[in-house]
């Protein structure tokens, strides 16, 4: 018994909100209202593309880098040490802001991180997927925006 009520509450602790992750679509649509679409010359599949490989669509997603010592928090998986309040606080954001599932705490600290000086490339999963790819348009395929 005693086992099960610890396992139910590593559970709970590992997804306290009981957030689920996001449809691509519901993401495009949500970026593409944020004002992402082309903000700083980035395509809304770039923005799309960057929310995948970064979190799997999950707004409240956090992920301990344990090589560079940093843990990322939301769709984007915003640095903590350069953008939330763990950190510099660039954003001047709490960390736990940036897994709301509205996005729009997210959204405007993305657009202070891109307007730096390596714009999506601040990201380096952007430029290990999404840079080159000839295969961005897929990332709307079918979203009514």
């Keep these: 018994m005693k086992a099960s009520v610890v396992l139910f509450l590593l559970g709970y602790l590992t997804d306290p909100s009981g957030a689920h992750v996001l449809g691509r679509c519901t993401v495009a649509k949500m970026l593409y209202k944020g004002g992402l679409d082309y903000f700083e010359g980035y395509s809304l599949e770039n923005w799309v593309c960057l929310a995948y490989y970064e979190s799997k669509f999950n707004p409240s ?8 010592g940093y843990t990322g928090f939301g769709l984007f998986q915003i640095r903590e040490d ?36 390596e714009g999506m490339g601040a990201w380096p999963t952007w430029s290990r997927n999404c840079q080159f790819s000839d295969t961005l348009a897929r990332w709307l395929d079918g979203c009514k925006l």
Excluded at 61 to 68: L, Q, T
Excluded at 91 to 105: A, D, Q
């Design 61 to 68: 997603a956090v992920y301990e880098n344990e090589h560079g």
């Design 82 to 117: 350069l953008w939330c309040d763990h950190g510099q606080n660039l954003c001047g954001v709490s960390c736990s802001e940036l897994l709301n599932p509205n996005l729009k705490k997210t959204i405007n600290c993305a657009k202070k991180i891109v307007k730096g000086k």
